[in-house]
């Protein structure tokens, strides 16, 4: 279902997280950020550079503070990031297109 | 970064990219205990009674030793038993209390299942609790028909004590956990264990 | 426990771990915070979850490029169609392998997995080695699982960490044409959904 053809009506305004920061194409760092006790973001991609493949929609509750048990506040979108195999693991032996393919919090993301 | 900072940063469960040998392609069809556990975990989820992150969570919690040495269920039913102590939605004792009781139920049954089993022929057998408090088998019928004929004018000696009556100690542990749960608990026996 | 069945022996006696679950279940029905009938039900319910399901979907795929369509747009809806019910909060991506693309997916942090339609994982999926290594050195596991790919393919490998789970859309084997929906579908096994076998022409039970 494509909205290409429609015009949003002027003069609504989006609560916290429910527009999408980043877009498919663009070029995001992931956070190098180390937080223990619970994480959803693997090491091996922490401060690595990727584009953004795709939108997940719809928004949902940081993962991250769920697993402390909170099931509700605000929404944020999640995005499918591609990011190639031979930046994550020096020498890799395979080809240069082989890549990963990694879903991410908006909190954990930011514009290169 | 000192070598215990990495350890803490570095979640147990967490495995990309770690040396890790030959994959061996094993699998095994779940045990039923193992289903109650995944379909325990759906459904605390639905109810958002420890949802499906907090079980995560909560397996990360166990720590490394303990990820290692427990199995994928094993690690679930532990996280879940910690997560409700934490929010207080039962206690350990409790839990305690009811493990007690579901083994007990668990061991008789076995017991009962395994004793009319091997009774198969009609036994002459009744359980008793001797004055000291352990548990044996006495015979009823025979044993105390000889004793009053023992006793009689006639002589004990007229007649020798059938062989199946003779004393016979024989264990069998209540329990087969291996696991330290339970100790297994002795019974003596003058059954004849065919 | 079946006495009729078999010799009862004291293995049948419940391990700790199975005690400690039939306790928790128990003492959590009584405090009326689940049903008593909840966990059976969920039984019913991921028992009815099967590789056969997934293998269904691929072979409609192939035979129907307008669900094909809708499958890559949106693997949950398309599922839902066919009466896949997911009965939790994930979305499901599916993947299409071509040509020149070959999908893999793995869960680096845990065993996420697109249940509601393949069923329980296989346990070498949830065990260390192949989490660690899927991500690191695809082309060796799959060459490991008797997959080889050759140098122009490139291989995409999916780790799940939020509410999305995978599914990848095999390949279909050259030699199957006019092959019927079921006769397509016998032929998809759980490995090739998760991405470390292809699909070929020799027909197999579903693993």
Same mark, same amino acid.
């Given at each position: ?112 | ?194 | 426990? /079946?006495?009729?069945? /078999? ?24 405090? /009326? ?68 693309? /070959? ?105």
């Amino acid at each position: 279902m494509t909205t290409n053809e429609l015009m949003p009506i002027p003069g609504i305004v989006k609560a916290d997280g429910e527009a999408p920061q980043f877009h498919p194409g663009e070029c995001v760092v992931i956070s190098a950020r180390f937080p223990i006790g619970h994480y959803r973001v693997p090491l091996y991609i922490r401060g690595k550079t990727a584009v953004v493949e795709a939108v997940i929609e719809p928004p949902a509750v940081n993962n991250e503070e769920e697993g402390f048990g909170r099931n509700a506040g605000t929404k944020r979108h999640y995005y499918r990031l591609a990011i190639p195999l031979r930046e994550l693991w020096p020498g890799y032996a395979g080809s240069a297109s082989d890549g990963l393919r990694i879903e991410v919090s908006e909190s954990w993301l930011e514009s290169r | 970064m000192t070598a215990s900072g990495n350890l803490i940063q570095r979640l147990p469960t967490e495995m990309g990219g770690l040396p890790a040998g030959p994959i061996e392609r094993v699998e095994h069809e779940l045990k039923p205990w193992e289903k109650r556990c995944h379909a325990l975990a759906d459904v605390l989820d639905y109810h958002r009674i420890i949802n499906t992150e907090e079980k995560r969570c909560g397996v990360e919690a166990l720590g490394r030793e303990i990820v290692s040495a427990l199995s994928y269920y094993e690690r679930w039913i532990v996280a879940f038993a910690n997560i409700l102590f934490r929010k207080q939605l039962m206690t350990p004792e409790e839990l305690a209390v009811k493990m007690d009781e579901v083994a007990a139920r668990h061991s008789q049954e076995t017991y009962n299942a395994i004793c009319k089993h091997k009774a198969g022929r009609r036994s002459f057998f009744r359980r008793a609790e001797a004055r000291d408090g352990s548990r044996h088998y006495r015979s009823h019928g025979p044993i105390r028909r000889l004793r009053s004929f023992s006793r009689s004018r006639v002589g004990f000696n007229r007649r020798a004590a059938p062989r199946w009556l003779a004393h016979r100690r024989t264990s069998i542990p209540r329990t087969g956990v291996v696991d330290g749960y339970s100790q297994p608990i002795q019974i003596d026996l003058r059954i004849d264990q065919r | 426990m /079946h006495p009729h069945d /078999h010799t009862p022996s004291i293995d049948d006696a419940p391990g700790y771990y199975a005690i400690m679950e039939t306790a928790i279940r128990e003492l959590l029905v009584e405090k /009326h915070l689940i049903g008593p009938e909840e966990i059976r039900r969920q039984i019913e319910v991921l028992d009815s979850r099967t590789p056969a399901l997934g293998a269904k979907v691929v072979a409609k795929a192939w035979l129907d490029p307008e669900f094909r369509a809708r499958l890559l747009a949106n693997g949950r809806a398309a599922c839902e169609e066919l009466g896949i019910t997911f009965y939790d909060d994930t979305q499901l991506i599916v993947l299409e392998n071509t040509d020149k693309i /070959h999908n893999l997916i793995v869960c680096t942090l845990c065993s996420c997995y697109p249940r509601p339609v393949l069923g329980s994982p296989p346990d070498w999926y949830k065990l260390n080695p192949y989490r660690a290594r899927a991500v690191k050195e695809p082309r060796k596991v799959l060459a490991e699982f008797g997959t080889p790919i050759e140098e122009d393919v490139e291989i995409r490998v999916s780790d799940s960490t939020a509410a999305v789970r995978y599914l990848v859309l095999p390949l279909r084997p050259a030699g199957t044409e006019g092959f019927s929906e079921d006769e397509l579908a016998s032929l998809v096994t759980r490995d090739a959904m998760i991405g470390v076998m292809k699909v070929n022409t020799v027909r197999r039970n579903i693993q």
